[in-house]
């Protein structure tokens, strides 16, 4: 199982990156896929999730800047995020959730400069 995740960068406050996230070998149907994000010395907390029927979830802190999307077959999830904060300087992390499963990728780092 892996999830491929990419776009992580330095950019300065009030710009924006889009990260990619790629699953493979996944042993079943993928009921939701996510982004989580650890910065340091914090927990890992969520940034935005979307079933397989379109529906989507964002945390408060990140709503009206970050879109998630993804492709019909999942071959594919994007995280768009505009207006970035330098709170926002973090890991973020890829997940795919199977019925009680949940597969985490490698993590990419995103900072952002004040």
């Known amino acids: 199982v892996q999830l491929q995740a990419s776009g992580g960068g330095l950019v300065a406050a009030g710009g924006s990156l889009r990260l990619s996230c790629a699953p493979s070998?996944?042993?079943?149907?993928?009921?939701?896929m996510g982004w989580y994000r650890q910065a340091p010395e914090k927990q890992r907390e969520l940034v935005a999730t979307i079933t397989r029927d379109g529906i989507t979830n964002y945390a408060d802190s990140v709503k009206g800047r970050f879109t998630i999307s993804r492709t019909n077959a999942w071959t594919t999830v994007y995280l768009q995020m505009d207006s970035l904060k330098p709170e926002d300087t973090a890991v973020y992390y890829c997940s795919a959730a199977l019925g009680f499963t949940t597969y985490w990728g490698q993590g990419t780092l995103v900072t952002v400069s004040s």
């Open positions: 070998g996944i042993p079943g149907s993928i009921r939701t």
